[in-house]
């Protein structure tokens, strides 16, 4: 079965700080990755997507994401963390077979403090 | 493109009434997602429709929920009658399904409250 897993509610970094927010998935095809962002009282935006090739994805806002296949992780990163970064952030796997299924992470809440 | 659009961002309601949510998805997109989240269960997949199709309405809670796309540019989500525990933000999504690698695109949601 297809999974996502986001090991941490919650991620507290300082404004200026390199952030990582963690991911790991489960499929038993190809993993088609992505990651979404949701501010306060909004919908979900689309951040960057991991389908083929380099394993290091750029995506908007600086953000990019590291797929690692031997450890089935793709973890969100940027170097230099804004106050306005604070949102919650999914992690969402793909079914190859179903392609219609998207698999979300519980989410992490990303708090950035001046 | 304006993106996905629902409607109404907010709904206050008392039990037992009816409640009818809806969702204009991205011109052209071919596949339409309804999505509840709540802060004890997160985001949860409904039902979803594949060129006007409902494919998968495994997520439906009950039978009180209906879902229909009339055509490629519409669809509602229903809920009769209403309970307090239906209370949750629902979102439309929708994205072109050609391959695995088209994105979802949510719109902004629709809060329902119900007293």
């Known amino acids: 079965a297809q999974s996502v897993a986001q090991p941490e509610d919650q991620v507290n970094v300082a404004e200026g700080n390199p952030l990582t927010v963690k991911c790991t998935y489960s499929?038993?095809?190809?993993?088609?990755l992505f990651w979404y962002v949701q501010y306060p009282n909004r919908g979900l935006q689309f951040l960057l997507k991991?389908?083929?090739?380099?394993?290091l994805v750029k995506g908007s806002y600086g953000f990019e994401a590291e797929f690692n296949k031997n450890q089935t992780s793709f973890h969100l990163k940027k170097p230099s963390a804004l106050v306005s970064d604070s949102a919650l952030y999914f992690c969402a796997v793909r079914d190859e077979y179903n392609f219609n299924k998207f698999y979300f992470g519980s989410g992490t809440k990303l708090n950035v403090k001046p | 493109d304006a993106g996905v659009i629902q409607s109404p961002r907010h709904e206050v309601t008392e039990m037992g009434q009816e409640v009818t949510l809806r969702c204009k998805p991205i011109?052209?997109?071919?596949?339409l997602f309804w999505y509840r989240q709540t802060m004890m269960r997160g985001l949860e997949l409904l039902i979803y429709f594949n060129n006007n199709v409902p494919i998968d309405d495994s997520g439906m809670p009950e039978d009180r929920f209906s879902a229909k796309m009339p055509n490629a540019s519409f669809s509602t989500l229903k809920i009769q009658p209403s309970e307090p525990r239906d209370s949750a933000v629902y979102f439309c999504?929708?994205?072109?399904?050609?391959?695995?690698?088209?994105?979802?695109?949510f719109g902004e949601g629709s809060r329902l409250t119900v007293l």
């Open positions: 011109s052209g997109h071919n596949s």
């Open positions: 499929v038993s095809g190809n993993p088609y």
């Open positions: 999504a929708s994205s072109l399904v050609l391959a695995h690698t088209g994105e979802l695109f």
């Open positions: 991991y389908i083929t090739g380099d394993n």
